[in-house]
């Protein structure tokens, strides 16, 4: 592909991520992770990294549209400080060894991984399976278990979090949205150390093609950043639009999709 055909695709996936994040309610890695590895696949980047590359640079660009987010919800009181303080070590930590696990795996069975676990998201929401309200106030030894588990699993499959934590936060007794800001502000450090270690880890690896940073592809970190901020506006205008049932349901079928894609 020319240099302006690669960046032309780049700049409308971040259309279509942004679009979809927008009009889903999701962070965008789902969304991400999966349409990367096919422009790597028509850019004939090497098997080997294409998964691990697609990983890092989704981390990469959840590393500023989460802070848009983060301060968005910080401005409007929406994040428990306390309970984000009590997860942060463990989100950092669990975030670092989930890029190390990713690094030991090869592009196939982190692949497959992803898959797994984009099925079962696709099936909790179809199943119509929202977090379930606690009230039991978690100890700082369970709150960073959860952050590692959270922080871990996260960078492992490029997304930031919120699949996770909103559940974990409501359990805690959050409301939905204390749930969803605190969410957002965990996503940040997620993101920021996973995309991090992901360039340590590839850094030097010499089948990445030319562009990557270690496993960061700064072109398509360009171009989704720039596109997808403007079009998760459109995103979120269609959302109001069509029946929370319809997208709920539309998405888990995108996702099972893509699921079954990686798995076969």
Request: charged share 5%; glycine share 16%.
């Amino acid at each position: 592909m020319s240099l302006i055909a690669t960046l032309s695709s780049y700049l409308a996936l971040g259309a279509v991520a942004g679009t979809m994040a927008g009009l889903y309610g999701v962070g965008g890695g789902l969304i991400i992770v999966p349409a990367l590895l096919a422009a790597f696949g028509w850019q004939e980047v090497a098997p080997e990294v294409a998964m691990h590359l697609a990983v890092g640079t989704s981390l990469a660009t959840i590393v500023v549209t989460g802070a848009s987010s983060a301060w968005g919800h910080h401005r409007r009181g929406s994040i428990r400080r306390d309970w984000f303080l009590a997860l942060l070590p463990g989100l950092v930590l669990g975030a670092i060894a989930g890029v190390f696990i990713a690094g030991n795996l090869s592009g196939g069975r982190l692949g497959t991984l992803f898959g797994l676990f984009v099925i079962l998201v696709a099936l909790k929401m179809a199943l119509g399976r929202g977090p379930r309200p606690g009230g039991v106030q978690p100890g700082p030894a369970s709150m960073g278990l959860a952050g590692a588990v959270i922080g871990g699993v996260s960078a492992l499959f490029g997304i930031g979090g919120g699949t996770l934590s909103v559940p974990w936060l409501s359990r805690c007794g959050a409301t939905m949205t204390q749930a969803v800001g605190t969410s957002s502000a965990c996503g940040l450090p997620i993101a920021l150390f996973g995309a991090a270690t992901f360039v340590v880890v590839g850094w030097g690896n010499p089948m990445l093609p030319a562009g990557a940073v270690g496993f960061v592809m700064m072109p398509a970190f360009l171009g989704i950043v720039i596109a997808s901020v403007p079009c998760a506006r459109l995103g979120v205008i269609l959302a109001h639009r069509l029946s929370a049932r319809v997208l709920r349901l539309s998405f888990a079928a995108l996702l099972a999709v893509v699921g079954l894609k990686f798995l076969l």
